[in-house]
DNA sequence: ACCTGAACACCGTTCAAGT
DNA sequence: ACCTGAACACCGTTCAAGT
């Protein structure tokens, strides 16, 4: 239901008070169920980030997952209004599993790349997603309610086109991908 | 003012209310400075980052000038309490200018790497350590409030140690600056 | 086990009115 | 130009009490 509601009215709507509405209870009935609101969001957050657990990583290159990985990343977080922001806050408050640390860290250690080295990597890529994305989906409501100066627009010919077009995104991903791989290979070969 | 109580209260008690009761005024007067909140904390997040301008670049190479910028806007984050998230909002509304852009811009530039790809680079630095920051701030203040199982501790030997260790944040942000180095250099060369 | 009802201690923002 | 006072329409959370 808190998902429902979040991808209807947003972040800023989605109150304690609407979701019990929406559920035709009082506020202080959710309290039974979750310790508090950051909880309630946190398990929101896991809903929207279970579509990771599908990505297949066996076979790649680090370069490819981190490719693979971030793009479906960006895509969880895209598929819901405000999701990359909640998603944000419930990392940060350590409330939710990195969505790409164990499969990429996976790929890594069959690599022998150190698992220090790994969980470092996974952090800057998961980081790099999460940001660029709240950043994006924010320009994209703002757009659509129209608050923003044209020149900031995403879409300047069709601001309705295909939502999830990656531009510099998919860009920004192969470099971040390919400078991981080099500097891997670099610190596992050379020490 | 608002830094001020920022710093010392957080960023969840940093209201209207509290900021105009610190300034001896009605809450109603900031509005005649300031159209809403997030304007007033934008400001905030601008005065955070003002130490930016004093990193000099010019003779870097660029993992250089990605090192130290990401090292630099990192120390600003970590100078005040919960500035990362302050400043990662700030800057997901597009309130603020991103702090590394221009600088490193300049570094690029130079080289003859296209704009486009500039700017993707220098999004990819600022939101992973941002993020990072964001995450590694939030860990130190529930550290401070006992309100994490010891295993997430950062300092686990000396939680009261120099709060800017850069262990891991300096291990990615090397292989970040060295992987956009390699990647610039296909880029501008391959084509 | 699960929920209600009412309260507590707050919010951001607006706006007429003052000086 | 700058601020007050009062109000509006909300919040998250707690807790005795119900079934």
Known sequence: MALRL???????????????????VQASALY???????????AVSARI???????????MTVSEAVRQLGARLRECLLAYRDAAELVSSS?????????IRPQLMAVTRRDGVPDSLSRVAAEAVMHFVVGYTFHEQQRLTADSFGLLPEATSLNPEDASAQPA?????????????????????QYTSGG
Chains 1, 2 share one sequence.
């Open 49 to 59: 980030l279970a579509p990771m657990d599908d990505v297949r990583v066996e076979e």
């Open 91 to 99: 990392l940060a408050l350590g409330l939710v599993d990195s969505p």
């Open 32 to 42: 039974w169920h979750f310790p508090n609101k950051q909880t309630l969001l946190a």
């Open 165 to 185: 077009e990656d531009g510099d995104f998919g860009e920004a991903l192969t470099m971040i991908a390919d400078g991981l791989e080099v500097s891997v290979r």
């Open 6 to 24: 979040l991808d209807e009215y947003g972040l800023p709507d989605l109150t304690m008070r609407h979701i019990a509405t929406a559920l035709e």
